[in-house]
C-alpha cells in the first residue's frame, strides 16, 4: 500500500479550491466557512486528522510505504526510486529519471485533459508547497498549528510531515 499525505495547511487549501471548483461536491461561500468545517470534519471524505491519526498506526507496517507530497517536490526522482524499490523493482538510473520527468506536477498537469478528462484542470491547480500563506490569517494558523500539535505532535507520521519546516509563517 503506497499512502500519499501532504501538509495539512497546503492540503486544506487545495480540497477549498476543489470544492469549489468541481460542480458535482458542495462548494463554501468562503474560506472561512470551509476552513471551519474543515478543521471540525465536516468536509467530503471527513477529517483530515482523524484521517492522519488513523493511518499513523499503520507506519511501521511492512506492506505500507508513507510518501509525503514535499519529499516528491523536494526529489521526484529519489522518491521515485524509494517507491520502485517499496513495490520490488529494480528500475536502472535512466529508468528512474525518465518516470521523473514524466511525473512532475507540470508534466502531468499539461497532461491532465487527456488523463482526467474535465476535472483535470481542478485537480492539478498550482501544485506548490507553502500557498497556505497567502489565503490563512493568523489566527486559522495559531488554530491548525494547535490542531496539530494535539493530533500529530510526537508521533511518526508527524515528524513525517516536517510540519515546523513547511507549515510555520
Same mark, same amino acid.
Not at 507496517?61 to 508513507?66: A, G, L, P, Q, V
Given at each position: 500500500?503506497?499512502?500519499?499525505?501532504?501538509?495539512?495547511?497546503?492540503?486544506?487549501?487545495?480540497?477549498?479550491?476543489?470544492?469549489?471548483?468541481?460542480?458535482?461536491?458542495?462548494?463554501?461561500?468562503?474560506?472561512?466557512?470551509?476552513?471551519?468545517?474543515?478543521?471540525?470534519?465536516?468536509?467530503?471524505?471527513?477529517?483530515?486528522?482523524?484521517?492522519?491519526?488513523?493511518?499513523?498506526?499503520?507506519?511501521?507496517?511492512?506492506?505500507?510505504?508513507?510518501?509525503?507530497?514535499?519529499? *516528491?517536490?523536494?526529489? *521526484?526522482?529519489?522518491?521515485?526510486?524509494?517507491?520502485?524499490?517499496?513495490?520490488?523493482?529494480?528500475?536502472?538510473?535512466?529508468?528512474?529519471?525518465?518516470?521523473?520527468?514524466?511525473?512532475?506536477?507540470?508534466?502531468?498537469?499539461?497532461?491532465?485533459?487527456?488523463?482526467?478528462?474535465?476535472?483535470?484542470?481542478? *485537480?492539478?491547480?498550482?501544485?506548490?508547497?507553502?500557498?497556505?500563506?497567502?489565503?490563512?490569517?493568523?489566527?486559522?494558523?495559531?488554530?491548525?498549528?494547535?490542531?496539530?500539535?494535539?493530533?500529530?505532535?510526537?508521533?511518526? *507520521?508527524?515528524?513525517?510531515?516536517?510540519?515546523?519546516?513547511?507549515?510555520?509563517?
Amino acid at each position: 500500500i503506497l499512502v500519499l499525505f501532504r501538509n495539512p495547511k497546503d492540503t486544506a487549501v487545495s480540497f477549498f479550491h476543489f470544492h469549489n471548483n468541481v460542480p458535482s461536491v458542495p462548494s463554501y461561500s468562503s474560506w472561512d466557512e470551509f476552513f471551519s468545517e474543515f478543521m471540525n470534519g465536516k468536509v467530503g471524505w471527513g477529517s483530515y486528522f482523524d484521517h492522519a491519526v488513523t493511518w499513523n498506526k499503520h507506519i511501521e507496517d511492512e506492506n505500507t510505504m508513507f510518501i509525503i507530497y514535499e519529499d *516528491l517536490k523536494e526529489n *521526484l526522482t529519489a522518491s521515485v526510486k524509494q517507491i520502485a524499490e517499496f513495490f520490488g523493482f529494480s528500475p536502472t538510473a535512466d529508468q528512474i529519471q525518465s518516470i521523473a520527468d514524466r511525473a512532475t506536477f507540470q508534466a502531468v498537469k499539461e497532461k491532465a485533459q487527456e488523463t482526467h478528462g474535465p476535472v483535470g484542470s481542478i *485537480l492539478f491547480r498550482k501544485g506548490v508547497v507553502g500557498d497556505w500563506k497567502n489565503i490563512f490569517t493568523e489566527a486559522q494558523n495559531q488554530e491548525m498549528d494547535a490542531k496539530f500539535k494535539v493530533c500529530l505532535e510526537g508521533t511518526k *507520521l508527524g515528524a513525517k510531515l516536517k510540519y515546523d519546516v513547511y507549515c510555520k509563517a
